[in-house]
């Protein structure tokens, strides 16, 4: 009786809860919702065969094609960057390691398109290094590897900042046991350091692939726009949009949303089932 | 005593191994692709020299087009405070049919490709849009407008306040509120004088998350803009612009004016909270 006048004397009355609950509900609908079901929606606007045939063209599949092979070479990149990271920060003390895991979290406060513009100035026609490239024969910028390099800066931060708070909060007592039991470094890391870690990196897998098959700003001022060669399925849906094929830039939009629909289902599902095995996040 | 403590400031030699091959992984890492590329950055802006820079700095494109993103920036995230708290609070405190649902569609915008979710926005928000056509009829013009742009920016910065309130609320004592209750405050009083100012530099941090963001979002937000120079022409856009002019000097100054002006910003924020963590004594 008595928690059930205290509980009541902390919370609203209930027309003040279901009219916060209907104001949020209606934000919610506006700015998210909305926009999602307007994707799907809009790609079946000319029906399923117009769809198939958007999906399907050979451009779409360049596309497609082009951006999970950038995807498979700068997330495994950046776990192995994250997992490195992590072991250095969490496992050791050095001078100047919280200036090193600022530097980490750079990439995320710096605009994508200034991410990308970088890139042209150090690797672009008019930049240093670019008389030299040119004269070996190596493109960079408006080629694949300059798309590559700017999907991983926008992406590098994703896993390290996953690992470094669980293997902060872990300690390295079990490390300690396994090496002075007389496993070998590598035996330690696999047998004992990795299976405590792996929803953890899985969580940060999820959320780098996610906006690395996702990136626009960065990737759009090195690729250049070259149909069937640099251009991934983002731009692909900004060329589609911008020529007013509207049902097929939504078609292949709605496979980029497919991806994020799964992606959040699958970090909820890590969160539910394994959040001991996760960091205590805020923000992202 | 002094002795103790010098040994433990000693660095003791740790008998986990692979210190020098993860730090120097991760530095070169680090260095190539974030802070050579920057550095590329940093070498192009002193080689234009004050003069120039100042005279790319204060054409009047490049100051409309600043101006109008960090406006934008600042609408968008004062809009996320305000829901976003009011989100937390929802998500926190009330049970309603769906709330895991919610919780997990919050974080969307980080999942959904930004110019997926940009040609969302347009379509929804257009003149003959679901929603735009609505508030055409009210003769609010959104798309092509800077309202547009707040749109965009609101989608992509809404997770930020959510995340970084939501975990403070969950920790609040609730017999905290129940004291306030018994010694006569009304409901209205107790949140804005005790649970309020608690969740207030969680919400200042989730702020400048969702500010930094919005001042650098390129992708959602150029197909809703419009990108009408003086108007609605963001600066990463001008960025984008003058590089295919192969204005690189102009690029070069807009990215180097976005960095300093939110670095400043950032800056005046964290003050901001260290100030009110002295004086008032928040926790951070």
């Known amino acids: 009786m008595a928690l059930e006048a ?7 009355a209930p027309t003040v809860r279901w009219a916060a609950i209907a104001l949020m509900g209606a934000f919610l609908l506006l700015f998210l919702l909305m926009p999602l079901i307007g994707v799907f929606v809009e790609a079946f606007r000319r029906g399923v065969p117009a769809y198939l045939d958007a999906i399907r063209d050979p451009e779409a599949i360049a596309a497609i094609r082009l951006t999970v092979t950038v995807a498979l070479i700068s997330v495994p990149l950046n776990v192995v960057f994250g997992v490195a990271a992590a072991w250095a920060i969490t496992k050791f003390d050095f001078p100047g390691k919280s200036l090193l895991t600022t530097l980490i979290d750079l990439p995320f406060s710096i605009s994508p398109v200034i991410a990308g513009l970088v890139y042209v100035l150090l690797y672009g026609a008019g930049s240093l290094l670019g008389p030299w490239l040119r004269l070996h024969g190596i493109e960079v910028i408006f080629a694949v590897p300059g798309i590559v390099l700017a999907t991983i800066f926008v992406t590098l931060p994703f896993v390290a900042r996953e690992l470094i708070p669980l293997m902060e909060a872990q300690g390295k007592t079990e490390e300690i046991a396994a090496l002075s039991l007389g496993a070998s470094g590598w035996q330690t890391f696999w047998k004992v350091t990795l299976p405590n870690i792996r929803w953890a990196l899985l969580y940060g897998v999820l959320l780098c692939n996610a906006r690395a098959m996702g990136e626009f700003g960065a990737v759009s001022v090195v690729s250049g726009h070259i149909r069937g060669q640099t251009n991934t399925t983002p731009l692909y849906v900004e060329i589609l949009y911008n020529e007013y094929n509207f049902a097929a830039a939504f078609a292949v939009a709605s496979i980029l949303a497919l991806l994020a629909l799964v992606t959040l289902a699958a970090k909820t599902l890590l969160e539910w089932r394994y959040g001991h095995g996760l960091a205590r996040r805020n923000g992202h | 005593m002094a002795a103790k403590g010098l040994r433990l400031r000693t660095p003791k030699r740790s008998i986990i191994p692979g210190f020098s091959l993860s730090l120097g992984f991760t530095i070169a890492y ?86 997926v979710a940009g040609i969302a926005l347009t379509t929804l928000y257009a003149g003959n849009g679901w929603i735009g056509s609505l508030l055409g009829e009210a003769g609010i ?144």
């Open chain 2, 30 to 115: 680090l260095g190539l692709i974030v802070l050579i590329p920057l550095g590329a950055l940093v070498l192009k802006s002193a080689g234009l020299g004050w003069q120039e820079f100042w005279q790319l700095a204060l054409d009047e494109r490049t100051l409309s087009a600043l101006r109008l993103s960090f406006v934008t920036a600042l609408a968008a995230a004062l809009v996320n405070v305000v829901f976003g708290v009011l989100t937390a609070w929802v998500l926190v405190r009330y049970d309603f049919p769906g709330r895991r649902i919610v919780d997990a569609l919050i974080d969307l915008p980080f999942a959904l490709p930004t110019a």
């Open chain 1, 6 to 12: 205290s509980r009541r004397v902390a919370t609203e």
């Open chain 2, 141 to 284: 013009r959104v798309s092509f407008t800077p309202l547009g742009i707040v749109v965009a920016l609101v989608f992509v910065s809404l997770p930020f306040v959510v995340r970084t309130v939501q975990p403070v609320m969950e920790e609040i004592d609730r017999e905290l509120e129940e004291a306030a209750a018994s010694l006569g405050a009304s409901r209205w009083q107790t949140i804005t004088r005790v649970i309020l100012p608690s969740l207030l530099p969680a919400t200042l941090t989730g702020f400048s998350l969702a500010f930094a963001r919005s001042v650098g979002e390129y992708g959602s937000v150029i197909f809703i803009a419009g990108n009408i120079p003086y108007v609605s022409e963001i600066a990463p856009l001008l960025i984008v612009i003058r590089l295919e002019e192969f204005q690189y000097e102009a690029a070069t100054a807009v990215a180097v004016l976005i960095l300093v002006i939110s670095f400043l910003a950032l800056l005046a924020i964290n003050l901001l909270q260290a100030w009110g963590r002295r004086r008032l004594g928040f926790g951070a």
